[in-house]
């Protein structure tokens, strides 16, 4: 299916999953705006793309996803550039259990943050069109582990946060669909700051047993994860999913008993 006249924005889209998102993105023919930290990746990123797709179909702006006014500010320039907003994943991640409370700002209140303005954006109560959003969060949220253990709460939060915003979004009639997704360990640069003394503080000493894990679980490629975003964007089915993918299974989805009253 085409994404042509369609608009995503992707936080954290200059590297890793988020890059190779938006290149899935681009080959459908959406626009799509990179917001993004890293100014050097990101205007790398575009150069690529620009020769890769031809100018117009994508722009880079640089915005640290934790600060909210600059958060709002790239939403609005993604709207004024390219006219309307269809598709956003909050993307952006980060694994600092030394600075846990920039990894919360990062993992979860800016996934919070950039559900409401999405939202804002695209919602039918805001006399939008609707839209689809994908939070991500991690396996981490389903095998803890000893060497992240603010990083894995962020992530049992992204999905908890969404299921409950799924549910808010059909029963308040927002025409938005909105689910999670969960990679196990993708080869990506994030994946070597478990290394990092700098990164992990004290639980460093953890990292063989997270290596180990590594070499038993395996490593995904980015762009199996990019295919299971653009299952979640495609197939309008999907609301409050969570959405697994392993080496053993693939891409899978989570099943969870049915609430009682
Ligand atoms: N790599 C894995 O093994 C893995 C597994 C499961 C889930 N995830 C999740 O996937 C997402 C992407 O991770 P990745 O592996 O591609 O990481 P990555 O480090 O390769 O890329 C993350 C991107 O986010 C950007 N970023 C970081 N902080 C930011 C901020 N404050 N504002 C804006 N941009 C910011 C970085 O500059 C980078 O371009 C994260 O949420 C991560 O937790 C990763
Ligand atoms: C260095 C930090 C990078 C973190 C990336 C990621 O989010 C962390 C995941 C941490 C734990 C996940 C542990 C195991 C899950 C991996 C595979 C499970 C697959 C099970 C199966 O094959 O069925």
């Known amino acids: 299916m085409s994404l042509y006249g369609k608009v995503a924005l992707v936080t954290g889209g200059a590297q890793g999953i988020g890059r190779a998102v938006v290149q899935s993105l681009l080959l459908s023919s959406a626009k799509v705006a990179v917001v993004d930290l890293n100014k050097t990746c990101g205007e790398e990123c575009k150069t ?5 797709f031809g100018e117009g179909h994508c722009t880079f702006i640089q915005c640290d996803v934790s600060h909210g006014d600059a958060l709002r500010d790239a939403f609005q320039s993604t709207v004024d550039q390219f006219g309307r907003l269809d598709i956003v994943i909050n993307n952006a ?9 920039k990894t919360i700002q990062v993992n979860l209140t800016s996934v919070i943050k950039g559900t409401y303005l999405a939202l804002e954006h695209m919602s ?6 609707g839209g689809t959003i994908i939070n991500v969060s991690s396996m981490a949220a389903f095998m803890h582990s000893p060497h992240q253990p603010v990083y894995t709460a962020t992530k049992h939060g992204v999905i908890g946060f969404t299921r409950a915003m799924a549910d808010a979004s059909s029963q308040g009639d927002y025409g938005v669909r909105i689910n999670v997704l969960c990679p196990a360990f993708v080869d990506t640069p994030l ?10 503080g004290k639980f460093v000493k953890f990292k063989d047993d997270f290596k180990l894990r590594m070499d038993k679980f395996g490593v995904l ?3 199996l994860i990019a295919e299971g975003m653009m299952r979640l964007i495609m197939d309008t089915s999907l609301n409050g ?3 697994k993918i392993t080496c053993s299974k693939g891409i899978h989805f989570h099943s969870y008993e049915p609430m009682s009253a």
């Open 241 to 243: 999913a969570v959405m």
């Open 191 to 200: 994946l070597h700051s478990v290394e990092q003394e700098d990164n992990m």
């Open 93 to 101: 991640g980060i694994n600092n259990e030394k600075n846990w409370e």
């Open 221 to 223: 490629p980015p762009s």
């Open 124 to 129: 039918k109560e805001y006399g939008k069109e």
């Open 48 to 52: 690529q793309l620009d020769t890769e």
